[in-house]
């Protein structure tokens, strides 16, 4: 079988806006499974760049799933961008030290956890992930969508901020589909039964399992 190597950083011969971005991920805290792809129109060292607020002592975790495409200039806001909400003022305080040192005492920052990308997730250009989100296998987000609400898998959303457009499939084939996995399956699998992924016919996707 000749097969894509999912160590490669440019997988399409002399393009190079086009990367399988664990290959390029520096960050500890991104993680990107395989195959999972990153456009840029200029250059896809701009993916770290736009995880924004990403800071090692909030340990916030980006993670996204196999075989997902994000198109350019998607962007991460992650925990490190929020503020104290229950209080007379937002701002910062603390952060600064000396004598505002001790003015979180008792507090915290909110934290609303990693955020998520499932596996076979198309994101659209320009669009933006909010902290804590979690993005269900199979879904599509519309270009320069506001994500701030987990989106359910297979679902296709838009807006600002992003609501339910539809969904792709009835709620049992979806539900086979979660079944299915066939991200998880090894890729000399995938590979045998590519035509299988690029048509609507789950019969024959589940006699493939």
């Known amino acids: ?27 500890p805290l991104i993680k990107v499974g395989d195959y999972t792809y990153y456009d840029d129109f200029e250059n896809v060292e701009n993916f770290e760049k736009n995880v924004k607020y990403h800071f090692d002592f909030n340990k916030d975790e980006l993670i996204i799933g196999k075989f997902c495409m994000i198109a350019s200039g998607v962007e991460f806001i992650m925990n490190g961008g929020n ?14 030290g000396k004598n505002w040192a001790e003015a ?15 596996n ?21 987000i519309a270009t320069k969508s506001l994500v701030s ?7 296709v959303v838009g807006g600002h901020p992003a609501k339910l457009i539809k969904m792709r499939f009835s709620e049992n084939d979806i539900q086979r589909l979660l079944d299915i996995k066939w991200w998880d399956w090894p890729i000399e699998k995938i590979t045998r039964n590519i035509k299988h992924l690029t048509k609507i016919d789950i019969d024959s996707l589940e006699q493939c399992v």
């Open 120 to 140: 076979d997730v198309w994101i659209g250009y320009g669009s933006v992930i909010m902290p804590g989100v979690t993005i269900g296998d199979g879904a599509v």
């Open 104 to 118: 979180m005492d008792g507090k915290a920052f909110p934290n609303k956890g990693n955020t998520v990308i499932g």
């Open 83 to 96: 503020h104290l909400m229950d209080a007379i003022s937002t701002y910062p305080f603390s952060a600064f």
């Open 149 to 155: 609400k987990d989106v359910p898998p297979y679902a």
């Open 1 to 27: 079988m000749n097969i894509p190597d999912k160590d490669i950083r440019f997988p399409i011969e002399h393009h190079d806006k086009l990367c399988f971005l664990k290959n390029i991920i520096t960050n």
